[in-house]
């Protein structure tokens, strides 16, 4: 699995779709027991809006998000089970999310927010946060669990310190 957040449209959504295929036709045929799903969660203004009203979340979702329209959430998922395909299917997770956040951001639809429960083991999760946010988990974590029972109980995963 894998994560990526842009600003909603038909056009960013299409590119992304056309990313999608041409990357994945040329080795339908070659992999085994192979299955991708390309998952679009759309994050609606009010879903962002009754979110900060609810008293917040640690996301970069300031009124600028809300301001510039809705979101969407993009979700790669596949599964394989030929060992010696992993690597030409990470490196294809890699480049779809390379290249439509590249587009995304060359059309000022970029969003920096990774939902964490999709994200890859190399992406930098709390990274999209934003600092302020970070920390403020950080402090609650602290507050909490002062001896990072939690951090330590939860094998792998990410972590807030």
């Avoid at 920096?112 to 999709?118: A, D, E, G, R």
């Amino acid at each position: 699995m894998a994560t990526a957040t842009f600003k909603t449209s038909a056009e960013t959504i299409s590119h992304l779709i056309d990313i999608w295929y041409s990357e994945l036709d040329p080795i339908f045929p070659t992999t085994t027991n192979f299955t991708a799903m390309l998952n679009l969660q759309p994050l609606s203004v009010k879903m962002l809006q009754h979110s900060k009203e609810s008293g917040g979340n640690p996301f970069p979702f300031t009124s600028s998000s809300t301001d510039n329209g809705p979101l969407t959430l993009m979700n790669i998922i596949m599964s394989w089970s030929d060992p010696k395909d992993d690597h030409n299917i990470t490196t294809i997770v890699d480049r779809v999310l390379e290249r439509q956040m590249e587009y995304a951001k060359s059309v000022d639809m970029y969003h920096p927010w990774l939902y964490q429960n999709y994200a890859s083991e190399k992406q930098d999760v709390f990274g999209s946060y934003g600092e302020e946010n970070v920390e403020r988990l950080r402090m609650v974590a602290r507050q909490v669990d002062p001896d990072g029972l939690f951090q330590r109980l939860q094998p792998g995963y990410f972590k807030l310190f």
